[in-house]
């Protein structure tokens, strides 16, 4: 039986469209910061490899190339702490939304299996449970499933799209003891890695999933999933990875060639070049670090307070109202920002207000949510 599409929730950001026409209205026109794709330019570095490789008349693997897995291999090493994945534990992916929607399918899951979720989390976590035809569950709390034998897949993301919160080697440790101990597979979104705000992970960095000290140096059971699109502005390029436990990235990769999942072969040239390169990461980050500075105070100052939000391109804030209401506050002021209800229903008191825009905008931004601005 095929899938019923009313089975999946309405397209969230479709709700939206009225308050782009009301913020549209505004005489500065609409500072549009619901959305978190980037808006600077491809780095050169990255055009470069992508221009090298476009000739590229036969298909590419759906393994990746030597190259590529080894950048990735290379810089899980530099950069995360990680210094015992191999090559044949990487995979690249079409980006790392179509992972996360179809990995409880690719994992073979299905009804009476459950795939856990953070509380406040990225919708396509449980559109991704859904198309496997398996249940999702909201926690944050691991004694909320801990033990329990119908767990099959634990969704970890950390720094965390909505909230930014980080989670510590301890927290993760806690979450990797708990699935093993029933058997489920631990699926870790990193995305946001490298844009880490507060201390100590601004300079000590987030940890991984596949940090020894979180996982024992046993990489079993563990995914970690990546993307470009945040530190490289790689959006466009449908560049991602998965890594981890060299048994479930075979069975994956198995499965993806069968189905075609295959990454191009000059994007993967791309992926491996930006891996390749630490100075563009730097300089984006301080492009984002420059725009939170602005904003943070703005939006504390417009009567907003902004738990957590350490790491990520977001500011999760809310002024004690229903999102809605909040958002038909910014409206007026001729700002968009995304509705904590698309998140779940306790973060219906906050909305999501990325640094993704470009610096005349975020100043607008700024200037407009001033108290006599």
């Not at 298909?59 to 990746?64: A, L, N, R, V, W």
């Not at 390169?277 to 602005?294: G, I, N, P």
């Not at 229903?322 to 995304?338: E, H, K, N, P, S």
């Not at 509705?339 to 219906?348: C, D, I, L, N, V």
Request: charged letters at 20%.
């Amino acid at each position: 039986m095929g899938l019923n599409p009313r089975s999946l929730p309405d397209f969230p950001w479709d709700s939206l469209t009225p308050f782009r026409e009301r913020a549209a209205a505004h005489p500065g026109g609409v500072v549009d910061l619901s959305v978190g794709t980037p808006v600077d330019p491809t780095p050169e570095v990255v055009r470069a490899a992508l221009a090298a490789a476009s000739d590229a008349p036969g298909y590419p693997t759906t393994q990746g190339t030597v190259a590529l897995r080894q950048a990735v291999v290379d810089w899980f090493s530099r950069t995360r702490g990680v210094h015992s994945l191999t090559a044949d534990a990487v995979l690249p992916t079409v980006g790392s939304k179509e992972l996360v929607a179809w990995l409880p399918a690719l994992l073979g899951l299905g009804q009476g299996d459950v795939v856990v979720h953070p509380a406040a989390a990225y919708p396509t976590y449980d559109v991704g449970a859904r198309l496997a035809g398996a249940t999702a569950l909201a926690a944050d709390d691991v004694a909320s499933w801990a033990g329990r034998d119908d767990v099959r897949l634990v969704w970890i993301n950390s720094p965390s799209n909505p909230t930014g919160r980080v989670l510590g080697r301890d927290e993760l440790r806690e979450i990797v003891e708990a699935a093993r101990a029933i058997g489920a597979i631990v699926a870790s979104d990193e995305c946001y890695a490298a844009l880490a705000w507060e201390e100590p992970y601004a300079s000590e960095g987030v940890p991984s999933v596949l940090d020894p000290a979180v996982c024992g140096g046993s990489h079993e059971g563990l995914l970690a999933v990546y993307s470009l699109s945040k530190q490289s502005n790689l959006a466009g390029y449908r560049a991602a990875f998965v890594a981890g436990d060299r048994a479930l990235v075979g069975s994956l990769l198995e499965t993806r060639k069968h189905a075609g999942m295959i990454v191009p072969a000059p994007v993967q040239a791309a992926t491996a070049a930006a891996l390749g390169d630490d100075s563009h990461v730097t300089q984006q980050r301080e492009r984002y670090r420059r725009r939170r500075e602005a904003l943070l105070p703005a939006v504390r100052d417009a009567g907003f307070s902004v738990p957590g939000s350490e790491a990520g391109l977001y500011l999760w804030a809310t002024r004690g109202e229903d999102c809605w209401d909040t958002l038909a506050f910014l409206a007026d002021r001729g700002i968009v920002a995304a509705p904590g209800a698309f998140y779940g229903e306790q973060a219906r008191e906050f909305v999501r207000i990325a640094l993704t825009a470009t610096d005349e905008r975020l100043e607008q931004a700024v200037h407009r949510l001033a108290k006599n601005g």
